[in-house]
């Protein structure tokens, strides 16, 4: 009877450890989900990110553009200006 008791117990023993390495795995298997869900999560704004730099880029193109066509036509209208200042001064030479 008493080997019969400690075979039994040895038997609870082990189960009881297969329980303890089964909620062990759990855990772990847990811990990798919610691993999983940030780096999906990650990666989404990240994608999200990188979608910004790129209108902020186009945006960035077009506004020098802009800038570039503003400043040209200062420089032709400064020169128009300058023409007009020139011949009241040339006229009154004459």
Not at 21 to 42: G, I, V
Not at 61 to 76: G, I
């Amino acid at each position: 009877m008493a080997k019969q008791v400690a075979k039994q117990a040895e038997v609870l023993r082990q189960t009881g450890e297969g329980l303890q390495l089964t909620t062990d795995q759990a855990r772990r298997l847990e811990e990798m989900a919610a691993l999983e869900k940030s780096s999906r999560e990650q990666s989404e704004k990240v994608n999200l990110l990188e979608a910004r730099v790129e209108t902020l880029e186009q945006d960035n193109s077009a506004l020098k553009e802009k800038a570039s066509k503003l400043q040209e036509k200062v420089r032709t209208t400064a020169k128009e200006k300058k023409g007009i200042l020139f011949l009241p001064w040339c006229l009154s030479f004459k």
